[in-house]
């Protein structure tokens, strides 16, 4: 069944799929009743300037738009799609979502522009009626087939040439006006009584015209080859556009003195050749318009509901036998009735056409991304300099502000929240998307720039990026509160998974580590694994660290969790020699067995081998390390540290050495002869004790040690790169 829904699908080609809509949508109701207004208002040159600052900007989103369909498979939603694919889901439906209901609301706007016209021919039937008529006819072209909507299109792009026709053709039977007004005067309009206007309000009247250029990428899901369609269609599309609106600046000027041009909105159907044919164009105009959206917007919220952004998206992406989202059609013609219901569109108008200028903003966005990056992914047939998507993207928000401040900020606010709620629902895209390469980019940028302002790690940037080679699971249950809360919040973990004899070990390390890997990073905390085949225990370590010297964000600190049964239980002080000499501080956790941390709240730190000198050169030998640790434990564990400092029982030491330090306040600092060390620990009741690594002292004298005092301990070993006192 579905293969066959398939062959019954109808593709487009450039002419039907994209061309037509987006000239009808840009030669819409603009041309016909304010293009007259603008050249009487600004002049013939101003009135010039005008069209091409806004087609500046919309043939850079059309030039952008052509160059990145080039490059992609681009799918349904046009625009959606696109983003979608450059930024990822959640912005793609943050823009999507606000895209199609201003599409959808579009809609009852033309119809009602079409009534408007339609009311100069039967000025006696009923607003409300003439609208339901005219949403009806909409309906019923658009629900027979897109292929019958684009064959009515074709008739009204005849008849829309044909308007032109004769409005150029009232020149030879109106009398001419000589007197051109190359600058204009912006008397304004009758709304304000010709109270005057200025050059960007009379700009942001005629912007609406050209916003069409996305009109053919809508349809990017029903086009036969849309990688070639959308830039020949949309690039040929404004630029004839443009050609016909500089063309009829000049027609205008001469058909009327600009005290005319202004104070009437009918003067291209006034002096024209044949009257009647230009107020049929204006119909057939505002009607292709509302037809062109009504197509389109469906296929947007077909798109959305593909990647399951919204709420029933099931049903939404559902399509009927002839491929159309018929689904997706009825809700967009549901919110087009709400738009006629309003009556006047006059309040969100502006919301509709910021949620456009927002669309096309970041389609020039992900062209200036995706150039950037310079990606060998990134290979369009169509090249494009980097200044045009950057004119585009900054003309775009520029725009927005210029036609309503507030409106914009709305506009924009509405977008992130959005994006807030398509953030929590973690939607995944199959096909993935350019994040990681730009994070990459930008990681790579600050990492030179970092080695450009200081080629050595600044002790103030310091912060506990763990290596820690694990053989089983064991060593990393016995420690992994402590290895969270030594880390969180902005440390990382690297696990180094090194090869196990026994099979069944190795296996469970296989599933164990991306498990523990998963806990952490849900806990905020960056880590990575990998896995190393080495017979040696501390040879492999060994390269591994020396390897790993070559990185910019490599670990700065071995952390080794000994246990007294280990089978590696000889090559830990090899291990450690080897972390001096590459310059990587050590911490070696041994636990108290049966133990522990126990409740995970009282924290003993004991300080002691002060240089002589250190309140001269503020240098406090190996105890940096044990004391940013001990910090970052009781921060976390929101715990007691007692601090124990083996220097003589004087006070102004005691209290430089808080000062320097900053200890929390709760803190509690003692001195202690170091010859009662052994005794003291004896006596203390801790969760945790945390000291320097002893010079010359073996792994077994530690354990004998945790043994005697029955607490768990952290023995740590300074490199370069600490400094507490900062």
């Not at 037809?291 to 009927?320: C, H, M, W, Y």
């Not at 469970?508 to 890997?517: A, D, G, N, W």
């Not at 049966?594 to 730190?605: F, R």
């Not at 170091?674 to 005794?679: A, C, Q, S």
Request: hydrophobic share 50%; glycine share 6%.
């Amino acid at each position: 069944m579905a293969v066959n829904e398939t062959h019954q699908v109808k593709k487009f080609g450039t002419m039907a799929g994209v061309f037509t809509p987006t000239f009808l949508t840009i030669l819409g109701v603009i041309m016909y009743i304010r293009l007259p207004w603008v050249v009487g208002n600004a002049g013939i040159i101003g009135a010039s300037l005008i069209i091409l600052v806004a087609v500046a900007i919309t043939i850079t989103t059309a030039l952008s738009l052509s160059s990145i369909t080039t490059n992609i498979r681009i799918g349904s939603g046009g625009a959606f799609s696109l983003i979608s694919q450059s930024l990822g889901l959640e912005i793609g439906g943050a823009i999507g979502i606000p895209f199609f209901f201003s599409q959808a609301i579009a809609v009852a706007m033309y119809i009602f522009g079409f009534r408007e016209g339609l009311q100069e021919l039967l000025p006696g039937y009923n607003a409300l009626l003439l609208d339901m008529l005219v949403f009806g006819l909409v309906m019923l072209i658009a629900f027979i087939s897109t292929s019958f909507a684009f064959k009515i299109q074709y008739v009204i792009m005849a008849i829309i040439i044909i308007s032109i026709g004769s409005i150029i053709g009232g020149l030879f039977v109106a009398d001419l006006n000589y007197d051109f007004a190359w600058f204009g005067t912006y008397a304004g309009s009758k709304e304000n009584n010709f109270g005057g206007t200025s050059f960007w309000l009379v700009f942001a009247v005629f912007f609406p015209a050209v916003t069409g250029v996305m009109a053919g990428a809508n349809m990017s899901g029903d086009l036969k080859t849309p990688r070639k369609s959308i830039p020949l269609g949309t690039l040929s599309a404004v630029i004839i556009t443009t050609i016909v609106y500089l063309g009829l600046v000049l027609v205008a000027a001469l058909l009327a003195k600009p005290e005319e041009l202004v104070a009437s909105y009918t003067v291209f159907i006034d002096k024209a050749y044949y009257a009647p044919i230009v107020l049929a164009g204006l119909l057939g105009a505002t009607l292709s318009s509302a037809l062109g959206s009504f197509v389109g917007a469906p296929r947007i919220l077909l798109a959305l509901g593909e990647k399951q952004i919204l709420p029933k998206s099931d049903f939404l992406a559902k399509t009927n036998k002839k491929g159309e989202p018929f689904n997706a059609m009825v809700i967009t013609a549901v919110i087009v009735l709400f738009g006629l219901s309003l009556r006047d569109l006059n309040t969100i108008a502006p919301l509709i056409t910021m949620f456009f200028m927002i669309t096309y903003a970041m389609v020039n966005v992900v062209a200036l991304i995706e150039q950037s990056l310079a990606l060998p992914s990134f290979r369009p047939t169509l090249k494009i300099p980097l200044i045009i998507p950057l004119i585009g993207a900054f003309g775009s928000i520029m725009v927005m502000f210029i036609i309503n401040a507030a409106v914009a900020l709305a506009s924009l606010i509405l977008i992130v929240l959005f994006y807030l709620y398509l953030v929590k629902k973690k939607l995944k895209s199959e096909a993935g998307d350019s994040r990681s390469g730009l994070f990459t980019a930008l990681a790579e940028w600050s990492t030179k720039k970092t080695t450009e302002l200081s080629p050595i790690r600044e002790v103030r940037s310091w912060r506990p990026d763990l290596l820690i080679p694990v053989t089983r699971p064991k060593e990393i249950r016995s420690s992994f509160k402590l290895i969270k809360d030594i880390v969180a919040p902005k440390g990382s973990v690297k696990f180094l998974a090194l090869k196990n004899l026994e099979k069944d070990i190795q296996d469970k390390m296989i599933t164990f580590l991306p498990e523990v890997s998963r806990r952490l990073k849900r806990k905020g905390i960056s880590t990575s694994f990998t896995y190393v085949d080495g017979m040696d225990f501390s040879e492999t370590i060994k390269i591994s660290m020396q390897s790993l010297n070559a990185a910019f964000f490599k670990p700065n600190t071995l952390f080794i969790s000994v246990n007294t049964s280990d089978q590696y239980f000889n090559s830990y002080q090899k291990i450690i020699e080897e972390a001096k000499r590459n310059q990587y501080a050590v911490l070696v956790y041994i636990p108290y067995e049966n133990v522990g941390l126990s409740l995970e709240k009282d924290i003993q730190l004991w300080l002691k081998d002060f240089p002589v000198n250190w309140k001269l050169t503020f240098d406090i030998g190996n105890n940096d390390l044990a004391i940013l640790t001990a910090l970052l434990l009781q921060k976390n564990w929101k715990g007691n540290l007692t601090v124990k400092v083996a220097v003589e029982k004087n006070e102004n030491d005691l209290q430089l050495l808080n000062d320097l330090v900053r200890f929390p306040d709760s803190s509690k600092l003692d001195s202690y002869q170091l010859n009662l060390e052994n005794e003291l620990l004896k006596k203390s009741s801790t969760d945790l004790n945390i000291m320097g690594f002893p010079a010359n002292t073996e792994i077994s004298e530690l354990i004998t040690l945790v043994n005697e005092t029955r607490t768990s301990a952290l023995f740590c070993i300074d490199s370069s790169s600490e400094n507490a006192l900062v």
